[in-house]
């Protein structure tokens, strides 16, 4: 997470595993993790009405217990993924999945909206702690030529593994009742764990510089400052005084961040890297990627559900295309990145203003 230049290997070349039966192991259990993370992020979307039902919540505390989860996550994903490096990626992984998989099953026995709101919570701060691990595992465990696979693999799990879990909470919750679709997150954590204990191996970067403590600080008030305002701005009003307050607090400290990471000789995350338009291009496609499929689950589930008449399970499989069409193109995709080589700049030369103005 920290930049390059301030950063080096503890274990150097040995980080690297050469057994491709072990490397086969730790994909496992990284992509195992990495679905528990990502199957709780949509699960509870199928369970919105019964869950509705059973605390007499609004719809407001509904999303605020499906949405408290990735705010958390995605709040505390950069100082984590950094304090990682540092301490060590097994032993907060390791911690992580312990985390992670309490907070899902204390959800899970949730006797009242608080209290599944902190577990989902508490979850989300586990998540934190293995999501970015998993990915740094893969990048100083595989050498160079089986990087960019396997890195792949880890794409494909990321963008199908949500409709995947929610197919098998859907299977739970027709079947059975909406508490055991957490047993899916636990048992998918203790599977990780036990491959993980077994063949992942530890490493981390040290650094002659402090951790990032205002940078840390900054971004999770950022972040969860936005966040509020997209989840309570419908609610309340895009105009009303808690709003506005809360859209300025997060611009002010999103600029506040940008200007320290700027200034920092490690900072937390390089935001000079954003000048390539390759990356700055790919990370918007992403956002908008994910931001619109996140927006469809929120509405299609209980439009499916409450309008429809459709169990959990039936419209789970409607959304099945898109999860089985990401998987199989996130496999394909660094066969053809390598065979067509780097994506030509946009808009193409032909049609670029250049070409239009003398």
Known sequence: MSSPDSLSHVNGPDATVHDPR???????????AL???????????????????????SQSTVLWMINIYTLSL????????????????????LAGLALFGVASAAAGLATSAAMMIAARLLAGVGAAMIMPVTLAVITSTFPDGERSKAIGIWTGVAGGGG????????????WANWRWLFLLP???VVAAAVTALRAVP???????????????LTSVVAVTALIYVLHEGPLHGWTAPLTTASLLVGVVAAIGFVVWELRRPAPLLDVRLFGDRRLASGSLALLALF??????????FPYFQAVLGWSGLRATVALMPMAATMMLSSGLAPRVAARAGPAPPWPPASCSA?????
């Open 74 to 93: 995605a709040a505390l994903l950069l100082p984590l993924g950094a304090l990682g490096d540092r301490v060590g990626r097994k032993p907060i992984l």
């Open 291 to 300: 931001g619109v499929q996140a927006g469809i689950f929120v509405v299609l």
């Open 22 to 32: 072990r490397r086969r192991a730790i994909l496992i259990a990284v992509c195992i």
């Open 354 to 358: 250049a070409r239009v103005w003398p």
């Open 202 to 216: 530890n490493s981390r970067e040290q650094t002659r510089h402090r951790f990032d403590v205002v940078g840390s």
């Open 186 to 188: 636990v048992v998918l």
């Open 35 to 57: 679905m528990a993370v990502i199957a709780s992020v949509s699960g509870l979307n199928v369970a919105q009405p019964q869950v509705a039902v059973e605390f007499d919540a």
């Open 163 to 174: 409709i995947l879990g929610m197919y098998l909470s859907a299977v739970l919750v027709d």
